[in-house]
């Protein structure tokens, strides 16, 4: 029996080969691993089917020669058991599962077979049972980020032979026994955090860790102990965190030797006498925290503005020192602004400008997972951040008065580093949302470049004031929290995945090595491979043979951009090649800038990138093939689909919100340029998809609009006010939306015979007839399939607002998406059946309603 299906199998992977010989198939090895990895979960991405994963492109997995080499699967509510198989991976290197906290269950005894791992972030999961002693057998391990699981038993003293390790973060777990003397082996270690466990016992001796930054024992019940003298010893040291380890004795002078030390954090221990911090200690110390301890003296130094908490120490008992500063409880507050505004506040939600102006500023909040500085009460590295703020947003470009900076707070227990960020217009109230995004996106694409001691950042923005939607129904809300859980997710996925590559940065610094992360530095020009959620790289050969060599009979259409192919992978997936002509391809950063943004966008209604190939001179993007062909095709009775007036709403509907998706919810907003009939695809279940998107604007690259010459467009979809400017916003392709809700109606091209359908409709409709006396236009097929339009009239008007001349005029889709639901409420249908809500997250997105999941 097991013959047969062997037989069966080899004859269908033959017929593969036949069909598209490349050998795009994962290791078996590999495959199977990966299949027992899902099988031990009970949820797991949605994308991860079929049997061949680097081939089609399960989320999260990056192959290299059809081995598996990187597993990132950051905060997708994973759930089950992490499979003792994921040791067949041997030529994995990264493995992350950050923050799905129902990953649980102990981690896998053989783990230590994965000898290429570097990077092993387990942050923010629920693992539990002991660190395996195969552990030690992890050599080329850097990074190892535990800190947040359950995890129990001893630190196990083979750790102590992963020589490489940078980080090492254990912290906020379970871990009993000895703090093992062996990790005073593990000389490269930059990031030591053990905190909140229960480890017993004594300090061991660490003095050999002299490239440690920070140290964090918190939190620990160890036994009682003076102040290790070794500290001393730790050269490169800045962070030193032992708050609550039952410390006793005085504290020596030569603890603030280590010239970089800054924060000191030591509350709630047992440390009496003299606080005194001698003459020649640290240069950079900022801020020293000895809340709750038994401190009976402070000799103040004489002219160093170091901040001291020693609130709750007999010290502050004395009558003369209750209302010193260092005895108040909290540091002091960090809620000024950079400049200092001195303006009487405004109303409506608006701020004084630095001239006392009131106006709607952009906010957001600039997020530090790990800045090399710690302490606030100098600012100069703040007003440093600022003045690099201002400089870049003075460029006219962006309409800016002022950018100021405040609220700066520390996170606990993690310790990230919170700055509120406001830009004020220039000359007006608010910026338009041209402008509005142009300003964020030099966030989003990482453009600005704070200095160096921040190191990498996450920004989120807040909704903009002006464009929060005034008519606040449901549906508003529903909008706006997608948004926000949309932005919140990039947020999660986006401080997972610097944060491995900024230790690791960190610590190549330390150890004088090259820093191969060009990628944070503008400065070089190398080109690292594109971050993709879920692309494939794709060899031309790949993708030559999958088109029979880019056949004619596989040309299923072109533009102004080149040409597509269809084809078909070994897996039997159909795809879209579109392959950029010689000639109008772009620089080798901007497409690859152009495919990290694309391979982000994810919904339902927008077709899928699923690769790219950059390879021999050529940029090709390889998109999910859509089987119904084109609204174009099925209006002109070609696909033989008959559309009927439900049919016709629903996909006005579903484009509708793949545009919206694309204006209002990818990041950076992308404009389409070229909605037309043709480029919304219907699938098996005449689900709408925009398609064509790519290489198409990014919004918030003003360079190139200005520049643009040549207007891009179709005749009968172009809109006017953009032919005439030049200048291209979301609201062009707002009226090729319009145009296409009226081709809806009249199943006919928008210029037929030199009329215009636009002007025609226009000029023919009298609002006093039912249907405004437009039946000489409808197409016969509606009124056949249908009988009665409910909710036309709302729909007509609809897309003569989408095409109004002005732009300012025109709704924004997600205003058309609201008023398209509010028809389909009228007609008696669900919106929200055959469609998801008007995003989704990324794995949400392209299945649609129902379980994310692949287990229903
Ligand atoms: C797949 O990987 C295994 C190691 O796990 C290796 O022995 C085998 O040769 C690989 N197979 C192919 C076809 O590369
Ligand atoms: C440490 O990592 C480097 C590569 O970064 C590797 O060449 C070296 O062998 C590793 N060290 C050990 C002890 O494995
Ligand atoms: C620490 O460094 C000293 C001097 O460099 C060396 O003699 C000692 O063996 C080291 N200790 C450990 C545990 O590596
Ligand atoms: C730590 O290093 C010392 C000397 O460098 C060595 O004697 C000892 O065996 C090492 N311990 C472990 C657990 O590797
Ligand atoms: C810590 O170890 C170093 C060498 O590794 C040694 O020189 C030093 O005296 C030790 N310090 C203490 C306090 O044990
Ligand atoms: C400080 O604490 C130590 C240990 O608890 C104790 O031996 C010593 O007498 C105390 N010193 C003062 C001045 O209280
Ligand atoms: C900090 O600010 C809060 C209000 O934001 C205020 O209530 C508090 O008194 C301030 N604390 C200090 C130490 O200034
Ligand atoms: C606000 O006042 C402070 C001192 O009170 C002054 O130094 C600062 O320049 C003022 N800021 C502005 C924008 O006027
Ligand atoms: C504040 O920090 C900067 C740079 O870190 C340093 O040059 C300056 O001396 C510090 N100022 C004070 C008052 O400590």
């Known amino acids: 029996m097991s013959s047969k299906i062997g037989v069966v199998y080899i004859l269908l992977v033959l017929l593969l080969f036949k069909i598209c010989s490349v050998s795009a198939f994962t290791n078996i090895s590999d495959a199977s691993a990966l299949q027992a990895l899902k099988s031990e979960w009970t949820r797991y991405p949605e994308s991860w089917k079929g049997s061949d994963p680097c081939g089609t492109s399960w989320v999260g997995v990056t192959c290299s020669n059809d081995r598996v080499i990187s597993i990132s699967l950051a905060n997708l509510n994973l759930e089950g058991k992490l499979s003792a198989d994921i040791s067949a991976l041997s030529e994995l290197q990264i493995?992350?599962?950050?923050?799905?906290?129902?990953?649980?269950?102990?981690?896998?005894?053989?783990?230590?077979?994965?000898?290429?791992?570097?990077?092993?972030?387990?942050?923010?999961?629920?693992?539990?049972?002991?660190?395996?002693?195969?552990?030690?057998?992890?050599?080329?391990?850097?990074?190892?980020?535990?800190?947040?699981?359950?995890?129990?038993?001893?630190?196990?003293?083979?750790?102590?032979?992963?020589?490489?390790?940078t980080v090492l973060r254990l912290d906020r777990n379970k871990l009993i026994g000895d703090i093992p003397p062996s990790l005073n082996n593990l000389t490269d270690l930059f990031e030591l955090y053990l905190a909140s466990n229960r480890f017993t016992g004594s300090l061991p001796?660490?003095?050999?860790?002299?490239?440690?930054?920070?140290?964090?024992?918190?939190?620990?019940?160890?036994?009682?102990?003076?102040?290790?003298?070794?500290?001393?010893?730790?050269?490169?040291?800045?962070?030193?965190?032992?708050?609550?380890?039952?410390?006793?004795?005085?504290?020596?002078?030569?603890?603030?030797?280590?010239?970089?030390?800054?924060?000191?954090?030591?509350?709630?221990?047992?440390?009496?006498?003299?606080?005194?911090?001698?003459?020649?200690?640290?240069?950079?110390?900022?801020f020293v925290d000895l809340q709750t301890n038994g401190i009976t003296g402070y000799n103040q130094p004489a002219n160093k503005p170091i901040q001291v908490i020693l609130a709750d120490n007999p010290v502050c008992k004395e009558s003369g020192n209750q209302q010193s500063d260092f005895c108040k409880a909290s540091q002091s507050n960090n809620s000024f602004s950079i400049p200092q505004i001195n303006c009487s506040s405004?109303?409506?939600?608006?701020?004084?400008?630095?001239?006392?102006?009131?106006?709607?500023?952009?906010?957001?909040?600039?997020?530090?997972?790990?800045?090399?500085?710690?302490?606030?009460?100098?600012?100069?590295?703040?007003?440093?951040?600022?003045?690099?703020?201002?400089?870049?947003?003075?460029?006219?470009?962006?309409?800016?008065?002022?950018?100021?900076?405040?609220?700066?707070?520390?996170?606990?227990?993690?310790?990230?580093?919170?700055?509120?960020?406001?830009?004020?217009?220039?000359g007006k109230e608010s910026f338009d949302e041209t402008g509005m995004n142009r300003v964020i996106t030099e966030f989003s694409t990482h453009n600005f470049d704070p200095p160096s001691i921040f190191g990498p950042y996450i920004f989120k923005a807040d909704l903009y004031i002006p464009f929060s939607g005034g008519s606040a129904s449901s549906n508003t809300g529903i909008i706006i929290g997608a948004a926000v859980g949309a932005?919140?997710?990039?947020?999660?996925?986006?401080?997972?995945?610097?944060?491995?590559i900024w230790q690791k940065k960190r610590a190549e610094r330390a150890t004088g090595r090259n820093n191969p992360f060009a990628k944070?530095?503008?400065?070089?020009?190398?080109?690292?491979?594109?971050?993709?959620?879920?692309?494939?790289?794709f060899t031309f050969e790949?993708?030559?043979?999958?088109?029979?060599?880019?056949?004619?009979?596989?040309?299923?259409?072109?533009?102004?951009?080149?040409?597509?192919?269809?084809?078909?992978?070994?897996?039997?997936?159909?795809?879209?090649?579109?392959?950029?002509?010689?000639?109008?391809?772009?620089?080798?950063?901007?497409?690859?800038?152009?495919?990290?943004?694309?391979?982000?966008?994810?919904?339902?209604?927008?077709?899928?990138?699923?690769?790219?190939?950059?390879?021999?001179?050529?940029?090709?993007?390889?998109?999910?093939?859509?089987?119904?062909?084109?609204?174009?095709?099925?209006?002109?009775?070609?696909?033989?689909?008959?559309?009927?007036?439900?049919?016709?709403?629903?996909?006005?509907?579903?484009?509708?919100?793949?545009?919206?998706?694309?204006?209002?919810?990818?990041?950076?907003?992308?404009?389409?340029?070229?909605?037309?009939?043709?480029?919304?695809?219907?699938?098996?279940?005449?689900?709408a998809k925009v398609a064509d998107f790519g290489l198409s604007k990014l919004v918030g690259d003003p360079e190139k609009v200005h520049v643009t010459t040549q207007v891009k467009g179709t005749m009968g979809y172009l809109d006017p006010e953009y032919y005439m400017t030049n200048q291209l916003t979301e609201k062009s392709d707002v009226y090729g939306f319009g145009v296409v809700m009226l081709e809806l109606l009249t199943g006919k091209s928008p210029i037929v015979g030199g009329k215009y359908v636009v002007r025609e409709v226009q000029r023919k409709?009298?609002?006093?007839?039912?249907?405004?006396?437009?039946?000489?236009?409808?197409?016969?097929?509606?009124?056949?399939?249908?009988?009665?339009?409910?909710?036309?009239?709302?729909?007509?008007?609809?897309?003569?607002?989408?095409?109004?001349?002005?732009?300012?005029?025109?709704?924004?889709?997600?205003?058309v998406v609201k008023e398209i639901e509010s028809i389909m409420q009228l007609v008696g249908l669900n919106p929200n059946i055959d469609s998801a809500t008007s995003s989704r997250t990324y794995e949400e997105a392209s299945k649609g309603s129902g379980d994310p999941y692949g287990k229903q």
């Open 95 to 165: 493995l992350d599962l950050t923050s799905n906290s129902k990953l649980s269950g102990p981690l896998p005894p053989n783990i230590g077979n994965l000898k290429k791992l570097t990077t092993l972030n387990l942050m923010g999961c629920g693992f539990s049972g002991q660190i395996p002693d195969s552990i030690g057998s992890l050599e080329q391990l850097n990074t190892l980020l535990f800190d947040g699981n359950q995890l129990t038993g001893k630190i196990p003293n083979s750790l102590s032979l992963v020589k490489n390790l």
């Open 520 to 537: 944070w530095n503008k400065s070089k020009s190398s080109l690292d491979a594109p971050r993709l959620m879920g692309a494939k790289a």
């Open 542 to 687: 790949e993708l030559k043979k999958c088109t029979e060599n880019f056949s004619e009979a596989n040309n299923v259409g072109g533009g102004g951009y080149g040409q597509v192919y269809k084809g078909i992978l070994p897996s039997g997936q159909l795809i879209a090649i579109k392959r950029a002509q010689q000639g109008s391809s772009q620089g080798e950063l901007e497409f690859k800038n152009e495919i990290e943004l694309l391979s982000r966008v994810h919904h339902k209604n927008v077709v899928r990138l699923l690769g790219f190939c950059f390879d021999r001179n050529e940029q090709m993007l390889v998109y999910e093939y859509i089987p119904n062909g084109s609204l174009t095709d099925s209006l002109s009775g070609k696909s033989g689909i008959v559309l009927d007036w439900t049919r016709r709403l629903r996909i006005a509907l579903g484009s509708g919100k793949g545009l919206a998706y694309l204006h209002e919810l990818a990041d950076p907003p992308i404009i389409h340029r070229d909605i037309k009939s043709n480029n919304i695809l219907l699938d098996e279940s005449l689900t």
């Open 205 to 286: 001796n660490l003095s050999n860790l002299t490239n440690l930054h920070t140290l964090d024992v918190s939190n620990n019940q160890l036994t009682f102990s003076l102040i290790p003298s070794w500290i001393s010893s730790l050269t490169s040291l800045s962070t030193l965190r032992m708050e609550g380890i039952q410390l006793e004795g005085p504290i020596p002078i030569s603890l603030f030797n280590p010239i970089q030390l800054q924060t000191v954090v030591l509350k709630r221990n047992q440390l009496n006498a003299t606080l005194d911090f001698g003459t020649s200690s640290s240069n950079q110390l900022e």
């Open 487 to 500: 932005a919140v997710l990039l947020l999660l996925l986006t401080i997972a995945g610097i944060y491995a």
């Open 765 to 815: 409709m009298d609002k006093s007839r039912s249907l405004y006396d437009l039946q000489e236009f409808l197409d016969p097929a509606i009124i056949a399939s249908s009988g009665n339009l409910k909710g036309f009239e709302t729909y007509v008007d609809l897309a003569l607002r989408c095409v109004e001349g002005e732009g300012l005029k025109r709704p924004t889709m997600g205003e």
């Open 346 to 426: 405004c109303s409506h939600g608006k701020e004084p400008t630095p001239a006392c102006r009131c106006v709607y500023p952009i906010t957001g909040t600039l997020t530090f997972r790990s800045p090399s500085f710690s302490g606030f009460s100098n600012n100069t590295n703040f007003i440093m951040l600022q003045k690099e703020l201002a400089d870049l947003f003075k460029d006219p470009k962006y309409q800016m008065e002022a950018v100021a900076i405040r609220n700066i707070k520390e996170t606990s227990p993690d310790h990230h580093l919170l700055i509120e960020v406001l830009v004020f217009p220039l």
